[in-house]
C-alpha cells in the first residue's frame, strides 16, 4: 500500500527566500507524481506533474524533481512571494495510471512581507 | 471552457438524511473520479468511474455510500443516512483518458449536524 509523506508539515518564510518542499513516498511503482496548491476553503490546482520516466518539471518560478529510486519528490519555489501562501501536495499516481491518486497530507506554507 | 464544477459548495445535512454530491466533469472528459478531504487529513481516493460504468471502487465505504456517472448528466455521489463521520470536503476531478491529467472541481464542504 502506498503512502505519501510531507515535510516539514508547515512552514514560514520572508518574502523573496528560496525554498524546498519535500515529499516521500514508499512504492516506488508509480505512474507520475504531481503537485498541487490547495488555497484554504478552495479546490486543487495542478502546479506539476512529472511522468515516472522524467526527473524534473519546471513552470516559471516552480521546479520539481522525482527520484523513484529513493521514493522522494521535491518542489523548489523561487524568489517566493506572500501570494505563494497556500498548503502545497504532492500525490502519487498508481501504476495502472487511472489517476487513482495517493496524497500526502501538506505542507502549509506562510511567505511573509 | 468552464473547469470541473461540483454543486453544492456547502451542504448542510441532519443526521440520517440523505447527501447528493454532484460533479459535472469538463467538456470531452469521461472519466471522474472522487476524493474525500476528512478534517486534519489528506485527500482518500474514493471511487473512479467513466461513462455508466464504475471502473475502481476500492476506495468507497462498504455501506451507505454509492457513487454514478450515467451517459446524460453529472456524477452523483450519494451518501445515505448521514452520520457526523461523513462530515468532509468531496472533491471531484475528470479528465479525458485514464492516463491523462487529472483537474479538479472546488469541492462540496458537507457537515453533519
Known amino acids: 500500500k502506498q503512502e505519501v509523506t510531507q515535510i516539514p508539515a508547515a512552514l514560514s518564510v520572508p518574502e523573496g527566500e528560496n525554498l524546498v518542499l519535500n515529499c516521500s513516498f514508499t512504492?516506488?511503482?508509480?505512474?507520475?507524481l504531481q503537485w498541487f496548491r490547495q488555497d484554504p476553503g478552495k479546490g486543487l490546482t495542478s502546479l506539476l506533474l512529472?511522468?515516472?520516466?522524467?526527473r524534473e518539471q519546471t513552470s516559471g518560478r516552480l521546479n520539481a524533481s522525482l527520484d523513484k529510486s529513493s521514493g522522494r519528490s521535491t518542489l523548489y519555489i523561487a524568489a517566493s512571494q506572500p501570494g505563494d501562501s497556500a498548503t502545497y501536495l504532492c500525490?502519487?499516481?498508481?501504476?495502472?495510471?487511472?489517476?487513482?491518486?495517493?496524497f500526502g497530507t501538506g505542507t502549509q506554507l506562510k511567505v511573509e512581507l | 471552457n468552464a473547469g470541473v464544477m461540483q454543486n453544492p459548495r456547502h451542504l448542510v445535512r441532519r443526521r440520517g438524511q440523505e447527501a447528493r454530491l454532484r460533479c459535472s466533469p469538463m467538456?470531452?472528459?469521461?472519466?471522474v473520479y472522487w476524493y474525500r478531504q476528512l478534517p486534519e487529513e489528506g485527500l482518500k481516493f474514493m471511487v473512479y468511474?467513466?461513462?455508466?460504468?464504475?471502473?475502481?471502487e476500492s476506495g468507497m465505504p462498504k455501506e451507505r455510500f454509492s457513487a454514478e456517472f450515467p451517459k446524460e448528466g453529472p456524477s452523483i455521489l450519494r451518501i445515505q443516512q448521514v452520520v457526523r463521520g461523513d462530515s468532509a470536503a468531496y472533491f471531484c476531478?475528470?479528465?479525458?483518458?485514464?492516463?491523462?491529467?487529472?483537474?479538479f472541481g472546488q469541492g462540496t464542504r458537507l457537515t453533519v449536524v
Open positions: 467538456k470531452g472528459h469521461s472519466h
Open positions: 512504492d516506488s511503482a508509480i505512474y507520475n
Open positions: 476531478a475528470s479528465s479525458r483518458g485514464p492516463n491523462t491529467e487529472a483537474f
Open positions: 500525490a502519487a499516481a498508481a501504476p495502472g495510471g487511472g489517476n487513482k491518486l495517493t
Open positions: 468511474l467513466q461513462k455508466e460504468n464504475i471502473i475502481d
Open positions: 512529472i511522468q515516472s520516466s522524467q
